[in-house]
């Protein structure tokens, strides 16, 4: 800890207006690429019928991919999940066909086709109204997360911090969420747990942050609100580093060797938390001295008893 302790303030907000225009841009790329591109939902929340096979010997995703078209299955998704002989396929929903009659039908086309005996592995459905109901409680879920933020970070510390804090949040969501749309990497529920997981990581980051900037409003009493700041930030650096870096061990961890199934899971939070913590610095931040945050909305009796102490020593 002592190794990372800075001795002198680095002047975080001497880049306040490269950092806003850098956030700008990245928000609007995301809103453009959600409103062009969208989000490319998984079966959670789509609907549809997921098919896990298994193959002797290596497969040719190309080729079942023209099998599946050729045989009246044009909208099936082909992909490896974990090996080059473990495939899984995914289907829109067919109102006329059950799920079993389905994964049977598949299986013998696949098997067929490559003239190998093909496992079925495992074989999901989901309604369309179940999918529907999923992505609206999903929505409502983040939602909450935020309103109930906010009404915590005001009570906790001051309405500048609050608003701060849910803009930072909102900011995170918003990029990891661009990504996955930019990308088109499928977004299932592991995923929104993912990003319900960045803004409890974010907001922690933030907290610190902001406890700091208000004990440092009550120590420091002859200096300005961006050079409180910047010392607040200085001072929490290396905690933020340390946890930051301990995080991405384990998150890089899951990416690399935890297999298809938490892909899109280890990957939305490796992400948000570079953006959470880069937002704990300089968004929330921001935001609360662009409001105008002061000492005496943070520390109002201190203020006061101050004032009426300089009137009684007057003659």
Same mark, same amino acid.
């Given at each position: 800890?002592?190794?990372?302790?800075? /001795?002198?303030?680095?002047?975080?907000?001497?880049?306040?207006?490269?950092?806003?225009?850098? %956030?700008?841009?990245?928000?609007?790329?995301?809103?453009?690429?959600?409103?062009?591109?969208?989000?490319?939902?998984?079966?959670?929340?789509?609907?549809?019928?997921?098919?896990?096979?298994?193959?002797? @010997?290596?497969?040719?995703?190309?080729?079942?991919?023209?099998?599946?078209?050729?045989?009246?299955?044009?909208?099936?998704?082909? *992909?490896?999940?974990?090996?080059?002989?473990?495939?899984?396929?995914?289907?829109?929903?067919?109102?006329?066909? /059950?799920?079993?009659?389905?994964?049977? @039908?598949?299986?013998?086309?696949?098997?067929?086709?490559?003239?190998?005996?093909?496992?079925?592995?495992?074989?999901?459905?989901?309604?369309?109204?179940?999918?529907?109901?999923?992505?609206? *409680?999903?929505?409502?879920?983040?939602?909450? !997360?935020?309103?109930?933020?906010?009404?915590?970070? !005001?009570?906790?510390?001051?309405?500048?911090?609050?608003?701060?804090?849910?803009?930072?949040?909102?900011?995170?969501?918003?990029?990891?969420?661009?990504?996955?749309?930019?990308? *088109?990497?499928?977004?299932?529920?592991?995923?929104?747990?993912?990003?319900?997981?960045?803004?409890?990581?974010?907001?922690?980051?933030?907290?610190?942050?902001?406890?700091?900037?208000?004990?440092?409003?009550?120590?420091?009493?002859?200096?300005?609100?961006?050079?409180?700041?910047?010392?607040?930030?200085?001072?929490?650096?290396?905690?933020?580093?340390?946890?930051?870096?301990?995080?991405?061990?384990?998150?890089?961890?899951?990416?690399? *060797?935890?297999?298809?199934?938490?892909?899109?899971?280890?990957?939305?939070?490796?992400?948000?938390?570079?953006?959470?913590?880069?937002? %704990?610095?300089?968004?929330?931040?921001?935001?609360?001295? %662009?409001?105008?945050?002061?000492?005496?909305?943070?520390? #109002?009796?201190?203020?006061? /008893?101050?004032?009426?102490?300089?009137?009684?020593?007057? #003659?």
């Amino acid at each position: 800890m002592q190794i990372l302790q800075l /001795k002198e303030t680095v002047n975080f907000m001497s880049y306040r207006k490269i950092a806003l225009v850098f %956030s700008a841009l990245l928000m609007i790329a995301s809103i453009f690429s959600l409103a062009t591109n969208k989000l490319n939902f998984g079966l959670d929340f789509t609907g549809g019928t997921l098919i896990e096979v298994g193959f002797q @010997e290596a497969a040719d995703l190309e080729k079942l991919r023209l099998v599946m078209k050729t045989n009246g299955f044009a909208d099936a998704k082909v *992909q490896f999940y974990g090996s080059s002989r473990d495939v899984v396929i995914r289907l829109g929903l067919r109102d006329d066909v /059950k799920a079993e009659m389905l994964g049977n @039908e598949v299986l013998d086309v696949l098997q067929g086709a490559t003239g190998q005996t093909v496992d079925m592995r495992r074989i999901e459905f989901v309604g369309a109204s179940v999918g529907d109901e999923l992505a609206e *409680q999903g929505g409502l879920a983040m939602l909450t !997360a935020l309103i109930c933020i906010l009404i915590y970070v !005001a009570f906790r510390f001051e309405w500048r911090f609050a608003v701060g804090s849910v803009v930072a949040l909102f900011h995170d969501v918003l990029l990891t969420l661009g990504l996955f749309s930019i990308l *088109q990497l499928e977004f299932d529920l592991t995923v929104l747990a993912a990003i319900l997981a960045v803004i409890g990581y974010s907001l922690n980051d933030t907290i610190v942050v902001s406890d700091r900037i208000r004990e440092n409003f009550r120590k420091v009493r002859n200096s300005e609100a961006e050079e409180i700041i910047n010392i607040s930030l200085t001072q929490t650096l290396s905690r933020t580093f340390i946890t930051s870096i301990t995080t991405l061990l384990v998150l890089a961890a899951l990416f690399f *060797q935890g297999g298809a199934l938490i892909h899109g899971f280890a990957t939305a939070l490796l992400f948000g938390v570079f953006v959470g913590t880069y937002s %704990s610095i300089y968004v929330a931040s921001l935001v609360a001295l %662009s409001l105008g945050i002061s000492k005496e909305d943070l520390i #109002p009796e201190v203020i006061e /008893k101050e004032g009426a102490d300089q009137e009684a020593m007057m #003659p």
